[in-house]
């Protein structure tokens, strides 16, 4: 029962962690999505300019000089106003923060299965299962052979990030015209795609 339970909360809290992350992505809250969106630019941005070590250390100590300094401001306020509030912390000291075994279970548990799936997929396509997918893969890395020759890989995450949080916004403003033009392109490669299963012999024929 207590596993159960701890497996329904954890739906829960994976549930709403997901709410919150598409409200994040469609600018919901416009105030909350700009402060998490300019904090990955300026993260980024700093480690286009320093080590991950330094922006580590800078982010430390910029977190260790305001709770140092709140926490000796509330103790000279106490002081002067002969006041015992206690810690200012102490809400989030108290704060549960460790993993049950059973979370701990579940994570591992999914994370084997993204890694055997993933696993299972590269072997279809390295060991050519199905000749069309193992080519479309070879196209796919022949054009990220370019791509990383124009842009390293913390400059593509910057690109991930900025296309995360503006691309949803306008596919929900012009989805009509945007989906028009994928299905022509989708019409497009799936008629490609046919003509060179047509022409190859033995193309969808999988490997027994």
């Not at 919901?28 to 300019?38: C, E, L, N, S």
């Not at 199905?130 to 479309?136: A, G, Q, T, Y």
């Not at 990030?161 to 994928?182: G, N």
């Not at 019409?187 to 027994?208: C, D, F, L």
């Amino acid at each position: 029962m207590q596993a159960t339970a701890d497996s329904t909360k954890m739906d829960c809290v994976w549930s709403n962690w997901k709410s919150q992350a598409i409200d994040l992505l469609y600018w919901r809250d416009i105030k909350q999505t700009g402060i998490v969106f300019g904090s990955f630019l300026l993260l980024l941005f700093s480690l286009t300019q320093f080590s991950v070590v330094s922006v580590v250390a800078y982010l430390a100590l910029a977190a260790l000089s305001a709770t140092i300094s709140f926490r000796i401001y509330k103790s000279v306020l106490q002081a002067v106003q002969k006041t015992d509030e206690g810690h200012p912390f102490k809400a989030y000291l108290e704060l549960e923060i460790t993993l049950s075994q059973e979370q701990i279970q579940k994570y591992t548990d999914c994370l084997q299965l993204y890694v055997n799936s993933t696993l299972k997929e590269l072997r279809r396509l390295f060991l050519v299962q199905d000749l069309v997918d193992s080519l479309k893969f070879a196209v796919l890395m022949w054009l990220l052979t370019y791509v990383g020759a124009l842009f390293n890989g913390l400059t593509l995450l910057l690109m991930a990030v900025v296309s995360m949080f503006t691309l949803p916004v306008v596919y929900v403003k012009h989805q009509a015209q945007i989906d028009q033009y994928l299905g022509l392109v989708r019409t497009h490669i799936n008629a490609v795609v046919a003509k060179i299963q047509a022409k190859i012999p033995g193309a969808k024929r999988h490997a027994e």
